[in-house]
């Protein structure tokens, strides 16, 4: 009797350098971060998710038809052992180390590590390596590519702070990737030199005096009501309400986001 044929583990390196092994195709894919949970199943792979955070919003069925396995800083370890995952794909910012060794422990983990447009566009096509999706990845890969490149150059970029939360205030800066989108966007990031996420006061928006004052729709969800609280500040800037998700949702999220960046600065 002939034996069907089984494709042996391979072995894959992350965005973090790390070797990670993983039965091939995956089958139970455990995913830690919204953005990589939309591009699983954008690659065809929604039947293979059997776990995702609360913050998995896309695709709208993606928390109806996968198990809820707490947050993306806090997992709830007992529902994902029930999941049996063969494969766990995280984010070294969105997810917590702790949280990810205690997995590490048991399961193939995969990390993603982004900054950059190019990091991202990596990440795209990794992940279609690491779960038989090359096919699929490669040419999202390219059309996202592809869209940033058709956007103009403008001749200076607008002075900027891009907003993520409040009380206290805080800022994306620099060696983040939504500071990467920003100039793609038209946009000088007045906190560029500052790392990461800092909280800063109100007298450090002023002295900085940017010409726009971006209020991202999430982490936190700034709205409307909030444009006066940020006029008073800066009298002078424009103040106005961004779609978070397509400045920092790194995966195919990222197929609109050119288009989006066009109308902010026309």
Not at 86 to 112: F, H, R, T
Not at 172 to 199: H, K
Not at 236 to 246: P, W
Request: aromatic residues 10%; glycine residues 6%.
């Amino acid at each position: 009797m002939e034996l069907p044929f089984i494709q042996p583990p391979l072995t894959f390196t992350d965005q973090i350098q790390r070797r990670v092994t993983v039965a091939y195709p995956p089958q139970r894919i455990v995913s830690l971060v919204p953005s990589q949970t939309e591009l699983l199943y954008d690659l065809g792979l929604g039947s293979r998710v059997v776990g995702v955070t609360k913050f998995c919003i896309h695709p709208a069925q993606a928390r109806q038809q996968a198990t809820v396995i707490g947050g993306t800083k806090n997992f709830d370890f007992a529902k994902i052992d029930e999941l049996k995952p063969d494969l766990i794909i995280g984010n070294k910012e969105e997810n917590y180390q702790a949280g990810i060794e205690q997995l590490a422990a048991s399961y193939p983990v995969w990390m993603s590590d982004i900054s950059t447009l190019n990091d991202a566009l990596e990440m795209i096509r990794r992940v279609g390596m690491l779960t038989g999706r090359q096919r699929e990845a490669e040419p999202l890969a390219t059309e996202i590519a592809a869209s940033f490149a058709a956007l103009p150059t403008p001749a200076t970029l607008v002075s900027a702070a891009y907003f993520i939360w409040r009380k206290p205030y805080m800022v994306a800066a620099g060696g983040t990737f939504i500071d990467d989108m920003l100039p793609r966007a038209g946009f000088r990031n007045v906190f560029g030199t500052a790392a990461r996420y800092p909280e800063i006061t109100a007298d450090q928006l002023a002295v900085a005096a940017p010409a726009v004052i971006l209020l991202s729709s999430e982490p936190y969800p700034f709205a409307e009501k909030h444009v006066a609280e940020f006029q008073k500040i800066c009298p002078s800037a424009t103040v106005r309400i961004v779609d978070g998700e397509l400045f920092s949702w790194y995966g195919s999220r990222l197929r609109h986001s050119a288009a989006y960046f066009q109308t902010l600065t026309t």
